[in-house]
């Protein structure tokens, strides 16, 4: 049933082709079984997993054991034992139980050590094999590529296959129709979902040239703007500089005359070590 479903994928994926644009699909298929079983490193892998599995049912069927040789000597003693004996090595047994059902859970449960180091030890291998098919899907213009033996079916889909973004534009399209109530929205949306994805890859990448062309200038006048502000504070400073220098000068000659009327009049001149 299962190779019927993958084959039936491949059939629909090469008549789908041929209807919109007669040409027909590069398919081809796997056996990953096969693969793996040809990889020494999986061999490899998988061998030392299955010595720890084999030790791990080793102590388990140990503690069986135990537990069964317990159950089997109550039976035989039960009648020659009290009811508080009697509970006692019940409550021995099931306390026994516990450990062999924790130890099962530990081992084998759904993030027990058996799962946590088949990851470990074949994940890697797996991921080797499948960037493999990619990279082969890739490089020889395949289509699609099925895996027989697996569950999942396609293990390469070419990106041209792909209309996850033709998925999401229905979807954001429908909830912006919701949210629509002038015709004129309606309609400029009825335009936009009557587009080709190419068109609007083509319109996508216009806005993204004018968002770019906007950014820049954008930066070109804060760059103008900068360079202005920085002139106009040079030539405040060397304002600022040069006024300073006059007023001195000023202050120095107005001392001077006043130095000289001083000495005409014969008072005393205000000199920087008088106090």
Partial sequence: MKRQIIFLLAFLAVSG?????????????????????NVPEYQEASA?????VQQWKT???????????LRIALE???????????EEK????????SKIAEYQQKRFGTNGDFILQKKQLIQPIQDQVFNAIQDIGVQRNYDFIFDRTSNVGM??????????????????????????????????????E?????????????????????????AFIEERKKQREEVRAAKQAEFDARR?????????????IENIRKLKTGEKIKTDNNN
């Fill in 17 to 37: 082709s041929n209807v919109q644009a007669q040409k027909p699909n590069r398919i081809s298929y796997i056996d990953m079984e096969y693969i793996l079983a």
């Fill in 48 to 52: 030392q997993l299955e010595e720890r």
């Fill in 59 to 69: 102590e388990l069927e140990k503690d069986l054991k135990k537990v069964e040789a």
């Fill in 76 to 86: 035989q003693e039960r009648p020659l034992l009290t009811k508080e004996l009697i």
């Fill in 90 to 97: 019940e409550a021995i047994i099931a306390f026994e139980e």
């Fill in 155 to 192: 293990v390469f889909s070419a990106e041209k296959h792909n209309i996850s973004d033709q998925v999401l534009r229905s979807i954001n399209r429908a909830s912006k129709r919701e949210q629509l109530d002038s015709k004129d929205e309606i309609s400029k949306m009825e335009v936009e």
């Fill in 194 to 218: 009557n587009r080709s994805v190419e068109e609007d890859v083509v319109i996508t990448e216009k806005q993204k040239e004018i968002e770019a062309t906007k950014k820049e200038r954008e």
């Fill in 244 to 256: 300073a220098k006059v007023l001195e000068e000023r202050n120095r000659k107005t001392d001077s």
